[in-house]
């Protein structure tokens, strides 16, 4: 529960409404179903990283087995040895760890290959299944449609016998890929398209990253996930929607393998799965985007995985209170990304330390403050936090300031520095701008200005009213640093929504600008990655891994404008 809920419920003394898989969860547990366990589990395939979208499924599944006093099993669903390697089992465990969850138990389907087979066998035994030699293309031609029945294979009459000695040929290498195929037996004719013989076991002659060369055969996913929250006694089994429609299988292959028809069985329930505009969520379109470089890897910051958020300067929080944000449906929708990036402010305003960094200096010359004088000047770390304290930051003749905070000519309404006119530098001095200094093309090269010396910060006796402040850097203590600017990587709400065009059209040529004449505050040379900041008017920025105290390089992990709270308030 965020604290705003909290809070709401403290006001109305009412609980919040349970979304309808807690209304479910906590049907079963007064029924006694599970008695009083709760056990969900997250069950990726580890053929890609992590991406936003399974941070929901994660905090769906991680979040209920908190609120009842239950746990949640990680399972890998490796049943696929060609997409699947184990840098890839590695990094879901560090994105889920890093979004502070907690796995009961680390089990994966491969896990489970021998007793798979030993099921596979008793259904070839009941009549219940049988190999085909039919190829792939065969076998989806005589599928039929949702309206024309399918044609059963001439294969679906073979003897157990002959089944059992096949299906034992399969396993031992005797096929090569695609030559055999065992199907469940069930109906052809069935309206739902799943339930017309679906494979069971596909012959792949590819070493698994776990069991190696141990199987030449494996499972498919609808006989694999099944039997795998039975054999972990899964209480609740959770998927996203466009599974409902295997929903007939998962609890057809459970019928066959379960002699007790009243004992304990796992059940599937589906949820809408998380879409984001401007966002690509399929791992396979996230794998091309990698391997064709047109980003720099899984954690490139512009990528909606988990890793590429965290590099980006997301948090954990503000990742787990989107998605509760987002909360559970039955029906798809599309999110606005203007709720994730709100949800990080949020936080990072709550969190972050603020500093100055001008992005696009602009010399200024304070011709009456004297040639080596210094002095610091005491900034506020985090107005958001009293216990952050204050900073020094220093101040010398020599400053920087962002060339959008002076105009020449400026519109009536500019409150910041203009040819005559006063400004704040914040934390310091308000200053005069006396003359704008050119070069000979024209161009504005430094400004010459002149402070007052009683209007310092704090201690202001000058009497001079001042409209606008902005922020500055002491020219000789400034660090130059690389900040790298990142904005959306799709330039179209849906990329992958057009039928005539590939989503790799919709790709924004300006979702990574550098900028390499910033320049930040010393202390920054001391930034670690990953740490949070606020550049004072300019946005929140984070240190990349790239960041050395030489170099400091920073990502804009999001813009200070909220136009979130801008449509939602
Ligand atoms: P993708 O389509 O991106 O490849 P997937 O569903 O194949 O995703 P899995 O590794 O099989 O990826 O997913 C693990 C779990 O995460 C599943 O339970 C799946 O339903 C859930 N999940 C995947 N994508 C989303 C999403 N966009 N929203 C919510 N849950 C998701
Ligand atoms: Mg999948």
Known sequence: MTEDHKGKQEETGKKPSLNFIESMIERDLKNQLHGDKVLTRFPPEPNGYLHIGHAKAISLNFGLAQKYNGNCNLRFDDTNPVTEEDEYVQSIKEDINWLGFKWANEFFASD??????????????????????????????????????????????????????????????????????????????????????PAMYRIKKAPHHRTGNKWCIY???????????????????????????????????????????????????????????????????????????????????????????????????????????????????????????????????KISQRVFAVLDPLKVILTNYPENKEEEMMAVNNPEDENAGKRPVMFSRELYIEQEDFMENPPKKFFRLAPGGVVRLKYGYIIQCNEVVKDQSGNIKELHCEYFPESRSGSDTSGIKVKGTIHWLSAKHAVP??????????????????????????????????????????????????????????????????TSSDKPVFNLTVTLRDSWAKISG
């Not at 099944?226 to 299988?249: A, K, M, N, W, Y």
């Not at 330039?491 to 004449?517: Q, V």
């Not at 320049?519 to 920025?541: C, I, T």
């Open 219 to 349: 499972p498919m996913y609808d006989f694999a996930h099944g039997q795998s929250d039975f054999i972990e006694g899964i209480t609740h089994s959770l998927c996203t929607l466009e599974f409902e429609v295997h929903r007939p299988l998962y609890d057809w292959f459970l019928d066959q393998i379960l002699e007790d028809k009243n004992a304990y069985r796992p059940r599937q329930t589906e949820f809408a799965r998380l879409n984001i505009n401007y966002t690509i969520m399929s791992k396979r379109k996230l794998l091309e985007l990698v391997e064709e470089e047109h980003v720099t890897g899984w954690d490139d910051p512009r990528m909606p995985t988990i890793s590429g958020m965290r590099r980006r300067g997301y948090t954990p929080l503000s990742i787990r209170n989107f998605a509760e944000k987002v909360g559970i449906a039955k029906r798809n929708n599309i999110i606005d990304v203007a709720l994730l990036e709100h949800s990080v402010r949020e936080d990072l305003n």
């Open 481 to 546: 640093a690389e900040l790298r600017m990142y904005d959306r990587l799709f330039s179209d709400e849906d990329p992958s929504g057009h039928k005539d065009k590939d989503y790799r059209e919709f790709l924004n040529p300006d979702s990574l600008i550098i900028n390499e004449k910033a320049f930040v505050e010393s202390s920054l040379r001391n930034a670690k990655p990953l740490d949070h900041f606020q550049f004072e008017r300019k946005g929140y920025f984070s240190a990349d891994h790239d």
């Open 112 to 197: 489970y290959f021998d007793q798979l087979y030993a099921w596979a066998v008793k259904l070839v035994e009941m009549g219940k299944a049988y190999v085909d030699d039919q190829s792939a293309e065969k076998i989806s031609e005589t599928r039929g449609t949702p309206t024309r029945p399918g044609i059963e294979s001439p294969h679906r009459t073979r003897s157990v016998e002959e089944n059992l000695r096949l299906l034992e040929g399969m396993k031992n290498g005797e096929f090569n890929d695609g030559e055999k195929v065992l199907r469940a037996k069930i109906d052809m004719a069935s309206p739902n398209m799943h339930l017309r013989d």
